[in-house]
């Protein structure tokens, strides 16, 4: 296997068509040794026997997908929302995973407040880092572009997302950096070094930006390759900042999911090294 490769991590929604039991088995025969995991079909499965099947396929999960949502003004919201994140953190803890990825969640219905909900986000994190570092997880703000800060995410940079981690020891707090959500920021690469600096890149994603966008964005995310992203400039950046983990590709697009699952994972495994070569 070459050391691209020996990074390389699934994320279970880039081939979501494939049930757990078929992607744990078709890495087992591809080589691949990590995956990143989602809460919803993990919990479609079975927490314990999801975390049974990925030891005994011996594969190594590198983030869960995931926690957050935590803009809500209502107490009763805020609390369900901070009660459904300590059950995320015990999901991640018993899957053998240190990182819960988090999109932080959009403005409230008839709300236009940016700057107090990023202040909720950062209570929620004070109630939930320790909590999260008492069972060996870490997590990890990931900003969205800003087309989804309405109704998704208002974090929509690395900026803002590490003026949030940052208020918070980074062995509880850190940030996700993924290609799609960021390429297009002239100041992404200064944060990933300020991040970097701080120890705070809990992970490292991967996808493409295609265009025209098709309709439904959510599911817009390209094949390596396939879009506008060098993805060997981002790569540089996270290594210069000293990162050195596992480096997920997370697609969410139709074209994909209508197609044989093996037959994409196999692609991707491709692309993702042929990118580096």
């Not at 600096?197 to 390209?222: K, S």
Request: hydrophobic letters at 45%.
């Amino acid at each position: 296997m070459s050391v691209d490769l020996a990074r390389f991590s699934i994320n279970q929604m880039t081939v979501k068509q494939l049930p757990l039991p078929e992607l744990a088995h078709a890495c087992g025969q591809s080589g691949i040794g990590q995956v990143g995991l989602w809460r919803e079909p993990v919990q479609a499965y079975g927490l314990e026997a999801a975390a049974k099947l990925i030891r005994e396929a011996g594969l190594t999960v590198t983030t869960l997908c995931r926690g957050g949502f935590f803009t809500a003004i209502d107490p009763a919201g805020r609390a369900k929302a901070l009660d459904d994140n300590r059950r995320a953190i015990e999901e991640a803890a018993t899957l053998g995973t240190d990182t819960l990825v988090l999109v932080s969640g959009g403005l409230p219905a008839g709300s236009r407040d940016l700057r107090g909900a990023r202040e909720r986000i950062a209570d929620a994190l004070a109630e939930l880092g320790p909590y999260a570092e008492d069972h060996g997880v870490r997590l990890a703000i990931e900003p969205l572009h800003p087309m989804y800060a309405s109704d998704r995410c208002v974090v929509s940079t690395l900026a803002q997302a590490l003026d949030l981690a940052e208020r918070f020891p980074a062995r509880q707090v850190g940030v996700a950096v993924d290609t799609y959500h960021i390429w297009w920021d002239d100041q992404a690469p200064a944060q990933i070094a300020r991040a970097g600096a701080g120890g705070r890149i809990h992970t490292f994603q991967l996808a493409d930006w295609i265009t025209p966008l098709p309709e439904g964005v959510l599911n817009g995310r390209g094949q390596i390759g396939d879009g506008a992203i060098d993805m060997r400039e981002w790569r540089g950046y996270v290594e210069a900042a000293g990162y050195t983990g596992p480096i997920e590709v997370e697609l969410f697009n139709d074209e994909l999911w209508a197609r044989d699952g093996r037959e994409v994972l196999a692609e991707t495994a491709e692309r993702f090294h042929s990118a580096f070569l």
